[in-house]
RNA sequence: GCCCGAGUGGCGGAACUGGUAUACGCGCACGACUUAAAAUCGUGUCUCUUAACGGGAUGUGGGUUCGAUUCCCACCUCGGGCACCA
């Protein structure tokens, strides 16, 4: 065989599956369906990145393995192209951003065609096309109009020099990445979407879908479902309550003060009655320069400053507390207060540190003389659940007992209700930027906020030259007038537009039903279509969208669902996700370090085939992994002795290789169940041991040697595509069924049994398979390098596992 | 700080459900082919004592077990996420 060029073959191959539409998917009701789903990119100005490679390989060598098994296979891609990078780099360029998209996209097309995976790039969407996000919009109106998107008063980052805001990634360490001028926080009305209101499903119904575990977990702590009491706290001489949510009402008796978040709005109502405001106020504003993050850090020196004039009394020990305010009390988590106790690290610290009053009534069970006392002395904070004492009634049970019945006793006073509380806060989904979708808003002076039909859908961007952000925090749409002005669709009357948009999550929240049909101008996508393709059987992608981008489209998915306007319940059947590729050095790939590997370079001089194979064989999938640049090498070096492979392909049907027929048929099996749990690496070990003794052998067999060339056509599907045709096939290995494995030729007769003394390997044996223990006894007898260690020694048992080792435990 | 992962030769890593630790690949050393080099092929390659018999080793320290890379406890280090990057 002539000598194996990459570059021709790869171009060759990829023209023909382009021209054949071989990867084109139909709504075919005769085939079972398999929907496979990768994130869809991001067109940074950087190019397609090699981590690209890596997912997009994974979740190609599924899809093709699917066709194979005679699946009508959905495998699509489109641009996330919306966002803040792409706007930055427009203005920095003095570009349009939709001139950068355009060329970003034109690149990532390119660089992905290359790498020869079967899209079904007819079904190609790009969230910054009117004729998607017309549909974004639409989206959001049936959201509005279902109480679940709502205007709020939220804090934003605001740099007070550049008189800008940020996105959280513009802070660094509380400062303007720009300039450095020390971020402040600024209240700026916000839209919000209402996610807490699905928080309960998207928590339950995560027991029905095939997610990893790690990433149910995850997605379950961000959730937090946790299942509590709001208890009211009577305000001294007024008739008002302050609400505190807690989980553990069981240490209720040693609550000896509340605190509450800066924050709180019983501060401005009850201001009158402070008496040390300067001191309080001042407090306030120190927090709001800190994140949440810095405000809770363990083992900081927490602080918190009295709120005197004020106190509360406890509703279960009807005593006085004083009410403090403290920056690790968080406003949007629970109620914003919360009552001390000793019984809390924080609390504990505080009051040590402000001497307050402390008071114990929790303790550990089985606890000792010494301990007990360090607790009660306030030595020790004791914050485990326990046994209540110094509580009344409840004295003697255990705090999983005792929370119930104290809830039930306060619910009879009216001072308490069971609640049920998320750590999920709603969805803050307007930004002040240009390049999103507009909201499909209008604020009309009579008629209030109006929001647009559906016919005046599209509503489109502005084309026009300035889109920097405004000094105001006000979004760059806010200053073109031309735009902004304009007729109430109501009463006709004058009104403005809307000026934020949406965040770049709000097109990646449902893409993945417009590729279903994704020219349909009448609809987001037929229903017919829908329930041929959803839900996606298989979503692949990165541990950092677990939080955010794969709730976000969940949540949408429910909600659709509710509308009636899709079929299921969830989105994705399966979620997986990959590992990061590093750069060499072991960090972070990026342009300003210098470390960037181009996917391009690699295939001009190894082939996109060798680049898929090398991703696929680096590591475990799902783990992150430094570029090795010596490594392709052998990659390359596999494909190529497959390649030579091909002048040992007997003519005779059959060639009698016994250990051949055992070992292709291994390998079979292997690849076929390695891909599913998606052990890629292992896969391409196993090939490669396959070759290894394939090249060993005077000749193999055509039936052999096609096995082999189908399962790793997959990963390789260019220099697979060229043997196949080689042999003489007329058509496409691509559209080849699976190949199965002889069950019959993978057992072998004779066992190789590890022999243990003692739990120490002293040697192996061969011995017919499913031998017993008196068979195995009477063989080790005999063996020398075994026998020896038995001398003089008797026998207390045999640990037998069939067929693989024997342990021999001796007096 | 909180949540989720990971830690095995010079390097990437393998090890089924608790059952031969280091498969496969890279690198390195030696050899074959060659006038020579590259490419290719072959052999070897955890470590200590070494010719052999043995002993030790899966981040650290304990535990369970006939047997632990695998399970449990404590600790150390590294990576991802923490809500306006995508």
Redesign the pocket.
Known sequence: MDEYNHLKIEKKWQSFWDKKKLYKAKENPKKKKFYGLIEFP?PSGDGLHVGHIKSNTAMDIICRKRRAEGFEVLYPIGW?A????TENYAIKHKMHPIDVTKKNTDIFRKQLKAGGFSFDWDREINTTDPKYYKWTQWIFLKLLENNLAYKKK?P??WCPKDKT??????VVDGKCERCGTPVEKKE?E?WMLAITKYADRLDKDLDDVDFL??IK??QR??I?RSEGANLKFKIEGTEEFINIFTTRIDTIYSGTFIILSPEHPALLKFKSKITNWNEVSEYIEKSKKE???ER????KDWTGVPLKGLSVINPATSEKMPVWIADFVLAHYGTGAVFADAHDTRDFYLAKKYGLKLKVSIKPKNVSEEELEKITKFEKCFEEEGILFNSDQFDDLTSEEARPKIISWLKGKGLAESVTNF???D??F???HYWGEPIPVVHCEKCGMVPLSEKDLPLKLPNVKNYEPTDTGESPLSAITKWVNTKCPKCKGKARRETDTM???AG?SWYYLRYTDPKNSKKFADPKNLKYWTPVDWYNG???????HLLYSRFWHKFLYDMKLVPTKEPYQKRTSHG?ILAPDGE?MSKSRGNVINPDDIIKQFGADSLRVYEM????FD????W?P??I???R??I??VWRLTDKISAKKQVENKKLDTLIHQTVKKVTEDIEAM?F??S??QM??CV?EM??AAEVSKENFELFVKVLSPFAPHVTEEIWSKMGHKKSIHTEEWPKFDKAKIVEDIA?I?I?I?????G?IEIPMNSQNTEIEARIKDEK?INKWLEGKKIIKI?H?PN??A?I?TD
């Open positions: 991001y996330d919306f966002g803040l990078p939220m934003i980052n805001g940020l996105a959280n990634e513009e700026k916000q575990e790690k977990i995850q702590n961000w937090g994140t949440d993050i809770m850090a363990e083992g750590k999920l806060r969805w803050i307007s930004r002040q965040p770049n999550w990646s990165g541990m950092e969208h677990t939080t955010l990061m972070k064989f680096m590591g475990p783990q992150a992994i430094a090795n010596d490594s090498v052998g990659v070096r596999f190529e002795r052990k690496n292992t391409i070990s490669m041991i290894n090249e060993k190789k590890i243990q003692n739990g120490k390997m002293r192996m390098g640990i596992v693989r080792l342990n435990v």
